[in-house]
């Protein structure tokens, strides 16, 4: 299969958004929830999407997935809601594009699309915030962070285990930026 150069220009970005809700944008189409129309596929999506930069075992997705399950087969299942994903993918964006590698007993994100997810963006923003020393780099800093906090983290996924801690570590991370925020705009008079 040819893999496009996936990054020629800002048209191409792969833009994710887990705050507030969830898609998937790049080459000028967008796969959401609502177009997704399944948890579960939306659940795999979201997991992989979230943790691109690693190799994901398929007993770590299967256990992300169907936490609960005590299934015969989940090896089975997994591969079956793989397909389904990537059938999704070929459905939105044509068969060019080999999203997820399939390795022995794993899966990882293809490497080639380079991803920009608003957490990671978010994560930066404050990072950066915290180790600036000029109010006004500060300040544009947090302001950046903030704007990009739309809302809970996966929220219609929230009640998933491994969706509940990054949720809280992104409250928190904002409500933190908020208060920050607030005491350098006090202190310049805005």
């Given at each position: ?83 389904r994903l990537r059938s999704l993918f ?101």
């Amino acid at each position: 299969m040819t893999v496009m150069n996936l990054n020629k220009s800002d048209d191409e970005r792969w833009t994710v958004r887990l705050f507030g809700e969830f898609w998937l944008e790049g080459l000028g189409k967008r796969l959401s929830e609502d177009v997704i129309r399944s948890e579960m596929l939306t659940k795999l999506l979201a997991y992989v999407l979230c943790h691109h930069n690693q190799e994901m075992s398929v007993q770590e997705l299967t256990e992300a997935l169907w936490p609960e399950d005590t299934s015969d087969n989940p090896a089975g299942a997994l591969k079956n809601l793989m397909y389904r994903l990537r059938s999704l993918f070929k459905k939105t964006w044509g068969g060019d594009i080999s999203f997820i590698h399939t390795g022995h007993g794993s899966y990882s994100w293809n490497k080639d699309v380079v991803l920009e997810l608003d957490t990671e963006i978010f994560d930066a923003a404050i990072r950066k915030a915290k180790a600036e020393k000029d109010p006004e780099i500060q300040t544009g800093l947090l302001l950046q962070a903030v704007a990009l906090y739309q809302g809970p983290f996966l929220p219609k996924l929230a009640n998933e285990y491994w969706i509940i801690t990054q949720s809280a570590y992104y409250q928190g991370l904002y409500l933190s930026a908020v208060k920050k925020l607030a005491a350098l705009l006090e202190a310049a008079g805005r």
